[in-house]
């Protein structure tokens, strides 16, 4: 946050639509339905390469929902439907020809609860890049290694690879579960409130990873925590009951939001 | 002040319904400890006379009710056989089906409904049409066509067989494996499944390397409960493969076998002097639960092997 200077801010576009510098996700009048009813509302917004962008707002907003557009993680459930495009690359992933699978491997993801698999931390690693084909062994290990040091968790755990992820600390599962999404060298990694279940020490920690993480990554992060959207983030996007209210640089949002409603939300009036 | 609270907290009568309702549950409990102790008592003390190396390494001749000459080796065989062809057929079923029913089926739709309710139907009926069922099902129609297929000049697979007591068996203990497995598949965390999808596995990797590994004890508890009720189960097999003597061991699925439960039930009914003929039936019978307790144990050392070796590491 303290990068972003408060002159750039005062030129940047207020509306929705404020386009970060290098587009590269674009979410163009997405709407979401459970059944027959409307969890995202014509959503349009326009997330850049490289940065981190929060997705903040009240529960049942819609912000996971739109997250888990990303990467599809909706056509899970049966009773998804959805209207409007959303971009990646310039590529619709909701087109007819897209691979599903290969989406994920750009797109990966890390969840609210750490779900590490009930196998060795080693193993947990190097499972995406087994599923995507990768069976030399040297070059196995070296990836794990790469990966566990980028998440910051090398240091803690390479004298028992071979043990337990199940004994690990909730702290430590969630940075394994964040070197697990970046094994597979993703473009994206999504992050479904990745701290919310943590101490505020092992929070600490999952924010310095982020911000060391985006010089390679574009991260979308949903969080309830405002402070840490404030921390951690370059843009905002803010939701109120399925509908995109507010999409800005972070310093903006939190300091001179341009909706009542946001300004509301932040200074903890509402939500 | 303590005073006060002491007086306060001190229970003020004595509960009657609170003592008559533990009273009763503890009663209950040693009720059926009791028939238990007295069966097994009863049994080993009675079974131990007639019970001897000899008698479980013979195979008896035709007159198998003198103690001096018989033997129930053929009988172990058949039974032990029977079992474990049964848990060859009904473990891929019944995890298959299971898989089915928590990983691909719409949920709640009606079909899944109908199925679910098929599967605990099948659970209920009673072990005897099971036995008419694989006669008509697996003999009649199944068996007579493979002769007529395969060009068999006599009946070779058209009759009672050691294959088609199996199956039978298998056919009336599949809801069992059916809903152990269910169970054990919708206790792992849905969390655990996404986190796969999410790195790109397609649904059957998922399955197969995320889900059944974690599903494996669950399943081998199914197929020990499975086991259980079949070791005893003598109706399915009446009409299906079991025999009345035969003087050797099988050898081949087609044959028919010599079983413990109905050999129990052959020597209760059949015998010239029932006085001469109790030591082996009591020995007898001890030998079928000494079978189905070892058949029990051995799949409970594979299970708890299994888990020791997911909590520590594969």
Same mark, same amino acid.
């Given at each position: 946050m303290t990068e972003i200077s408060l002159p750039r801010i005062a030129v940047a576009d207020a509306g929705p639509k404020a386009a970060p510098s290098a587009p590269f996700i674009e979410i163009e009048s997405l709407s979401l339905f459970y059944g027959a009813s409307k969890a995202l509302k014509n959503i349009s917004v326009t997330l850049g390469e490289k940065v981190v962008t929060a997705f903040i707002g009240?529960? +049942?907003? +819609?912000k996971s929902t739109l997250l888990r557009c990303l990467n599809r993680m909706n056509d899970l459930i049966d009773s998804v439907r959805i209207d409007g495009a959303v971009k990646i690359g310039g590529h619709d992933i909701y087109g007819p020809d897209v691979d599903v699978i290969e989406l994920r491997k750009r797109v990966g993801m890390v969840f609210q609860k750490s779900n590490p698999f009930p196998k060795s931390i080693y193993e947990n690693v190097a499972y995406g890049l087994r599923l995507h084909g990768v069976k030399n062994k040297s070059e196995l290990a070296a990836a794990v290694e790469k990966s566990l040091q980028q998440s910051a968790l090398w240091d803690e755990v390479k004298d028992r690879l071979h043990s337990s992820a199940l004994g690990l600390s909730g702290g430590q599962q969630q940075r394994l579960c964040i070197a697990r999404a970046i094994a597979i060298r993703p473009e994206i990694i999504l992050m479904d409130e990745p701290a919310s279940a943590l101490d505020p020490l092992a929070t600490a920690r999952i924010e310095e990873l982020i911000l060391e993480l985006k010089k390679d990554f574009t991260i979308v992060i949903v969080t309830h925590n405002m402070q840490q959207a404030a921390r951690i983030s370059d843009f905002t996007a803010f939701f109120y009951i399925g509908e995109l209210i507010e999409f800005d640089h972070t310093a903006k949002i939190f300091t001179n939001p341009a909706k009542k409603q946001t300004e509301d939300y932040v200074t903890g009036r509402f939500g | 002040m303590n005073k006060i609270q002491g007086r306060h907290f001190r229970a003020e009568k004595f509960d009657f319904w609170s003592f008559f309702f533990s009273g009763l549950t503890g009663l209950a409990t040693l009720l059926i400890l009791g028939i238990l102790a007295t069966i097994l008592i009863n049994i080993i003390a009675n079974g131990c006379q007639g019970f001897s190396w000899h008698f479980v390494s013979t195979i008896p001749k035709k007159d198998f009710f003198d103690i001096k000459t018989t033997g129930v080796l053929p009988m172990i065989v058949g039974t032990t056989f029977r079992v474990l062809v049964m848990t060859i057929f009904v473990i891929p079923v019944g995890v298959i089906t299971a898989i089915y029913l928590t990983e691909y089926a719409p949920s709640n739709s009606f079909i899944t409904r109908i199925i679910r309710a098929a599967v605990n139907n099948l659970a209920g009926v009673p072990s005897i049409v099971f036995g008419l069922f694989g006669l008509g099902f697996f003999i009649n129609f199944i068996g007579k066509n493979l002769d007529v297929l395969l060009h068999n000049s006599s009946a070779v697979w058209g009759q009672p067989a050691l294959i088609w007591a199996s199956l039978t068996l298998a056919v009336m203990t599949v809801p069992v494996v059916i809903v152990a497995t269910e169970e054990s598949l919708k206790a792992i965390p849905p969390g655990l499944r996404e986190a796969s999808l999410a790195l790109g596995a397609t649904k059957l990797e998922t399955i197969l390397k995320i889900v059944l590994p974690q599903a494996l004890p669950g399943i081998m508890t199914g197929g020990i409960l499975a086991v259980s009720r079949a070791a005893g189960e003598v109706a399915p097999i009446l009409f299906t493969g079991v025999a009345y003597y035969m003087a050797s061991l099988p050898t081949h699925l087609s044959d028919q076998f010599m079983d413990l439960g109905y050999h129990v039930f052959v020597l209760s009914t059949q015998s010239p002097n029932i006085e001469q003929t109790r030591p082996i039936l009591y020995a007898t019978v001890l030998v079928l639960l000494v079978l189905t307790f070892a058949l029990n144990i051995v799949a409970i050392i594979i299970r708890s092997n299994i888990r020791r070796k997911m909590r520590s590491l594969h």
């Open positions: 009240p529960s +049942g907003c +819609g | -």
